[in-house]
């Protein structure tokens, strides 16, 4: 029973990863849950399991689910902003573009707004195209309420989300640009590249120097990035990657890894700059980390 327990765990473990980090923006607490869907799952008898995929996904929703409720009070207390924790992702995530765009910085930003409930509705629904039936089983809401619920998350998610799409192609081309302003710390290159509502956030966790607030508008972007990465600026440098599904910039200060950068891309130029410092959000970018929705 174990071995068959275990086979089917680890057939769907990239799905049901996948599920908790969208839904929790933290692959340390991702990881958690799997480990307590795992001590669930081998209790149940398979022989009365019609779908094994759901029944896993129904199992992490929940654990996710008791998850992001406890970490509400932690992001109460979080020192500055907070940003989801960045995965070094396989340049195939990139590929599929549902899948990069629900995994990409701008969009778990997003998903941060909305209630718990709300957040474990819309990733199922809108991203993993899970059926009302199910979800309902996996939050303890009746099918009905779920159709209310996704509906409003929807709308939520609509209103915030970025209100221009560039191709794949575009967003390396910013990226390449924003990486020689930066490393040459010209202001003048980086307000050519930066859109004029262009919002920068930084999350140091209160380990790492960052601002507290978000810094809205490019002048106050090129300020604070020439004004605190740009003191460094002979000791600055940067190695592009695939982070959450889309290019990024991994930042190195006197040669030690600083920092990831990643960017937002809409047609007036980049739109958000997200700079994760916190080391206790660093600690998976040796490696690439398998997603999927299927």
């Known amino acids: 029973m174990t071995d068959r327990a275990t086979e089917a765990f680890l057939a769907h473990r990239n799905l049901l990863f996948t599920v908790a980090y969208e839904m929790l923006g933290s692959a340390a607490d991702a990881e958690d849950v799997l ?4 001590l669930r799952w081998v209790d149940v008898e398979l022989s009365q399991v019609l779908d094994q995929r759901a029944y896993l996904v129904r199992i992490t929703t929940r654990q996710a689910l008791n ?3 406890t970490m509400q009070r932690r992001k109460e207390a979080y020192v500055g902003p907070w940003l989801p924790e960045p995965l070094l992702t396989a340049p195939d995530v990139a590929l599929d573009v549902e899948l990069a765009e629900s995994v990409s910085m701008a969009l778990m930003l997003v998903l941060e707004t909305l209630s718990p409930t709300e957040r474990a509705v819309f990733v199922l629904r809108e991203v993993f195209d899970v059926g009302y039936d199910e979800i309902a089983a ?3 809401k009746s099918p009905a309420a779920v159709r209310q619920i996704a509906h409003r998350a ?5 209103a915030r989300r970025p209100r221009s799409v560039v191709t794949p192609s575009q967003t390396l081309a910013a990226l390449e640009s924003f990486q020689r302003a930066l490393e040459t710390g010209n202001p003048q290159a980086l307000l050519d590249i930066l859109a004029p509502e262009v919002v920068l956030m930084s999350d140091g966790g209160g380990i790492k120097q960052a601002a507290r607030r978000p810094i809205m508008g490019a002048d106050k972007v090129v300020r604070f990035v020439t004004g605190g990465l740009g003191k460094n600026e002979a000791a600055l440098s ?5 982070v959450n599904g889309g290019p990024a910039l991994l930042v190195y200060l006197d040669g030690a890894f600083d920092g990831i950068m990643s960017i937002q891309v809409e047609e007036a130029g980049i739109s958000g700059v997200y ?9 998976r970018v040796d490696s690439e980390i398998p997603l999927t929705l299927g």
């Open 35 to 38: 480990q307590e869907t795992w």
């Open 275 to 283: 700079y994760v410092r916190n080391p206790e959000k660093l600690t």
């Open 238 to 242: 940067t190695v592009p990657a695939m």
């Open 138 to 140: 996996a939050v303890d």
């Open 154 to 158: 929807r709308q939520h998610v609509d």
């Open 67 to 69: 998850r992001l409720r």
